[in-house]
């Protein structure tokens, strides 16, 4: 484990605890990052050098915390380790990258896993298997608030940090990359670093989508609203009832007259359906460790953690342009190693 920072711990809690990994080393740049948690775990072995992990061969697997400039770096020295590799959202800070880890993972034969746990998130789930049954009709727009009084990154943005999740669990939903990107923001604490921006996202299947992100917020908002023809679904991560499914619609009927639509309205119930409590983080690190042992495609593949770098860099490309709409990059043209 390598990264102890903020989110680092939460990771270490949770590969300590799971059957299916065994926890042999934790690392940080920082030796009082590492002594603080193997107070906690003092079966675990400390290192202040990624060299010592990747030198090791009691490692077979290596899960990389640290800021998202240092992902690049770190994850293709882990794999060019031989090791399974999960790298926390999202998978690098450019589209090269990203396509060079997952280039060299396919190349290596290695499991390379984006952190991208919203994908394990029960709720997601829920509603994930709700759209491809078809429950929800056809899909006409998503909308989605990720905001609180947030942590101020100091090497990213608010787009870099915190639309990763929205955009992993879009692509998970609709099986779909958006073609286009439009984005507004603002640094409204530290100049030119974005702490607000509204996005909003076109499909070639006519979905759109909005997502509204931001560390500068008076309470925490996690909600995600699906329209569909059929049914309409909110999302919401801080409710005791995460996901709320509105048997709510409009129909247009055959126009009577010339000229005149006719709409039915339809308002029935509200169902909560329930929902597992499992921690998303030890799904993700079992799918993880699954994936390494049985060969099975991960849930987060690193196609996606590309695809979500894809998004993120034509969000930044429409915001240097003035909000621009930016095409998002074509997918074939990324295969090879980046130069
Ligand atoms: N999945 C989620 O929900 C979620 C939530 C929060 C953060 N994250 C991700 O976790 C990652 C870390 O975020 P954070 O908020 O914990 O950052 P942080 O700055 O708090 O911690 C990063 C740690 O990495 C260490 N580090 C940096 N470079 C290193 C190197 N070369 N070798 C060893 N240690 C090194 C630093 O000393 C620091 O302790 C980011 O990629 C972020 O996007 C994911």
Known sequence: ?????????????????????????????????????????????????TDDVLEDPAV??????????????????????????????????????????????????????????????????????????????????????????????????????????????????????????????????IPDTPDVAFLNLEYASGVIAHAELAWLAPSKLRRTTVVGSRKMVVYDDTSIEPVRVFDSGVTLRDPGTFGEYRLSYRTGDIVSPR???????SLELDDFCRSIRGGSQPRATAELGLDVVRMIEAAERSLTQGGARAEVAAAESLSGPSA
């Open 1 to 49: 484990m390598i990264g102890l920072g903020y989110w680092g711990p939460n990771l270490v809690r949770n590969l300590f605890e799971l059957e299916s990994a065994e926890l042999v080393l934790v690392c940080d740049q920082r030796a009082e990052a590492v002594e603080q948690v193997r107070r906690r775990y003092p079966s675990v072995r400390g290192a202040t050098s």
């Open 275 to 281: 929902v597992d409590v499992s921690e998303p983080l």
């Open 60 to 189: 077979e697997a290596v899960v990389v915390a640290t800021p998202i400039g240092t992902h690049l770096e770190l994850a293709r020295a882990s794999l060019s380790a031989g090791k399974h590799t999960l790298v926390e959202k999202p998978l690098a800070d450019s589209i090269a990258g990203a396509a060079e880890l997952a280039h060299l993972a396919r190349e290596r034969g290695l499991v390379l896993v984006p952190g991208h746990t919203f994908l394990y998130s029960p709720p997601v789930q829920a509603v994930q298997e709700m759209i491809s049954a078809g429950e929800l009709g056809d899909i006409y727009f998503i909308s989605t608030s990720r905001v609180n009084l947030g942590l101020h990154q100091s090497d990213a943005s608010v787009v870099w940090d915190l639309a990763p999740h929205d955009f992993s669990i879009l692509l998970y939903w609709l099986r779909e990359t958006p073609t286009y990107v439009t984005a507004l923001s603002r640094g409204c604490v």
